[in-house]
């Protein structure tokens, strides 16, 4: 995977659903809003570049841990949600496979990378999807993101799990969501 964040750039609303997370808890918010004090977050359109939103994820995880990353993931599925619904992109209780479509759009709109990178659907079968994530964006955050957009959509009990690993050598991560 292209692990570039050169002239990549993404809406500020995502490093300020960071920060959300983490009010009223200072020696957090502290380091974090130090991460991103170089940007102007006060409109959600602002463009931030995504190394400092990738660094900031990534010290979430170290610092405080995967559950608090996943957790991160489930705040910014919501303002993803919030945003296909916005533009009409999907239905406020799609289907699984809608939602993920309406995912890699979400990206490639909310993302500005001059080499196109984002989500991929990789399969979508009888209630299993395979997506591919070709963007830096923090892997374990990821579980949270899906899975929450998946408990938006029609489906019951989603699962996600890793199909591929960057971190076990394979090109891309992949994940297998599944639901019954």
């Given at each position: ?6 002239g990549?750039?993404l ?6 659903d960071v ?10 918010m502290r ?12 409109k959600?359109?602002?463009?931030v570049?995504?190394?400092?939103y990738?660094?900031?994820?990534d ?6 841990g995967p ?9 910014i599925?919501?303002?993803?949600y ?6 009409g992109m999907?239905d406020?209780?799609p ?6 479509k309406?995912?890699a ?15 991929e659907i ?27 957009l ?14 591929k690993?960057?971190?076990k050598?394979d090109?891309?991560?992949?994940y297998?969501?599944?639901?019954i």
């Open positions: 995977m292209n692990t570039s964040t050169e990549v750039t809406n500020a609303a995502f490093l300020n920060l959300n997370l983490y009010d009223g808890k200072p020696s957090e380091v974090l809003q130090n991460m991103c004090a170089d940007h102007d977050l006060s959600p359109d602002n463009k570049p995504m190394k400092v990738n660094e900031m994820c010290w979430i995880e170290k610092e405080i559950i608090n990353t996943k957790k991160l993931g489930r705040k599925g919501n303002t993803a919030g945003a296909m619904v916005q533009f999907i406020p209780q289907k699984p496979e809608e939602i993920m309406a995912l759009q979400v990206a490639s709109t909310m993302i500005q990378d001059p080499e196109g990178r984002g989500w990789v399969s979508s079968g009888n209630k299993e999807i395979i997506m591919r994530r070709t963007q830096t964006f923090n892997s374990t955050l990821q579980f949270g993101l899906l899975d929450e998946m408990r938006k959509t029609t489906a019951s009990m989603p699962k996600v799990e890793f199909v690993e960057v971190a050598g090109e891309f991560d992949e297998k969501i599944t639901w």
